[in-house]
């Protein structure tokens, strides 16, 4: 359970063009690659000065691969990252404004309170 | 002493500016009313004719992150430069440059740890929305120094809500015993109920109205006794999971004091949650 590694992925994807089409054309290169190469770099220090310990379960990795929300919501990502990240990706396949928004909110429909915790 | 001319507080709709600017079938039916409400409260601003503004909000995951959060963090910078990537891809939000005012900041940093607020401090901020939808709305001049003041309502653990009031209060009283002639406008963003990336998102109206009727009401009156008997960080995950972020108001009804009716209070019911505006004149409308 690594909910701080989750946010750590929408957040250093969402603040890049480059990898948010990366990852929209190519979810689960992305993930991989991502995963190898940035999830132990720790933002404020050189990129020589890494972590050792940060890798996703087997169902958070799933869920970042397959573009999956409805899942991210349940494990306890942060829902501000997850939606932000995920208008980016697909709200340009929408031809009525807020289409996206509402239909994410409806695939999320079988939540009531309490909803999964966020806290990292 | 410093004067304090104005405290505003207000929602921040990052939309505004998108729905305010455009035309056609592009513009919302409901733009024509916002642009009115939101005309005649920076109004409410600009003949309380502030020298600088201390700007209350909350970074949204821009440049505050979880490596190393910030309960409560004040800018001390030159200048600030303000909006990302993500807030102009999604929002429309033009790349923006404000000045800082240093003096004051240092001031309400090192006055505020004496206080007994351990204070985080940043000497290069980037700031967004949550600063610069209020510099949209009530100064598009962007013409004023700023002090950034930031709050976690967004990462859990957060500070209890009577800790905003706290602050508010502290902000308050340190801005009227600063030793200088500026006269002060303090503006603090938040929300009201709201949900973002839930399955109460983008509806018709907030996701709560009724709490938003509560929130109003309080925030008018600046009845801090209700709003803290009624709202706890359990309690306010119910009106809307992003709901946190009335904490920002709570912090601005310190910065009003304690049952101090608001003089101009609006309100506009929009999509997905509902806009709210407030000013006081700690010294009178007229003493401009």
């Not at chain 2, 309080?218 to 006794?225: F, M, P």
Request: hydrophobic share 40%.
């Amino acid at each position: 359970m690594s909910k701080y590694l989750l946010n750590k992925f929408l957040f250093t994807v969402d603040r890049d063009p480059e990898l948010v089409e990366r990852y929209r054309e190519d979810p689960r290169g992305t993930v991989a690659w991502w995963e190898a190469d940035v999830a132990n770099v720790i933002i404020g220090c050189h990129e020589g000065e890494r972590s050792t310990w940060l890798k996703f379960t087997d169902e958070e990795r799933a869920a970042l691969a397959g573009h999956d929300y409805v899942a991210l919501f349940g494990l306890g990502a942060h829902p501000f990252l997850t939606l932000t990240l995920f208008i980016a990706l697909f709200e340009r396949d929408y031809a009525e404004p807020l289409a996206f928004q509402r239909e994410y909110a409806v695939k999320l429909s079988h939540w009531s309170l309490p909803y999964p915790d966020i806290a990292t | 002493m410093a004067t304090i001319s104005a405290v505003i507080a207000s929602t921040h709709h990052p939309f505004y500016l998108r729905a305010s600017t455009s035309a056609g079938d592009e513009r919302p039916p409901f733009a024509d009313e916002w642009v009115a409400k939101i005309t005649a409260f920076r109004e409410t601003l600009t003949r309380a004719n502030p020298d600088v503004l201390v700007m209350v909000g909350s970074d949204h995951f821009h440049q505050i992150w979880l490596d190393n959060m910030p309960q409560f963090l004040v800018g001390k910078a030159p200048f600030y430069d303000a909006n990302y990537y993500n807030e102009e891809r999604e929002f429309g939000l033009p790349r923006m440059f404000l000045r800082g005012h240093e003096e004051l900041s240092e001031y309400l940093l090192r006055h505020g740890l004496d206080a007994g607020f351990d204070l985080a401090f940043s000497n290069e901020l980037r700031i967004d929305h949550s600063i610069t939808c209020p510099i949209i709305t009530l100064r598009p001049e962007a013409d004023l120094p700023i002090v950034p003041v930031y709050t976690n309502i967004f990462a859990p653990p957060m500070p209890q809500p009577s800790r905003f009031v706290e602050l508010g209060k502290a902000i308050r009283q340190m801005v009227e015993e600063w030793p200088s002639e500026q006269r002060v406008a303090i503006i603090g963003t938040g929300h009201l109920s709201l949900e973002l990336g839930g399955p109460r998102q983008f509806g018709p109206h907030g996701p709560d109205p009724e709490f938003d009727r509560k929130a109003v009401s309080w925030i008018a009156s600046s009845d801090i006794k209700s709003a803290l008997a009624e709202v706890s960080l359990d309690s306010l995950w119910q009106p809307g999971n992003a709901t946190h972020g009335f904490m920002d108001f709570l912090l601005m009804m310190g910065v009003a004091g304690e049952n101090v009716q608001a003089d101009y209070v609006d309100s506009l019911d929009l999509f997905h949650t509902m806009e709210a505006y407030f000013t006081w004149y700690p010294n009178g409308a007229d003493a401009a």
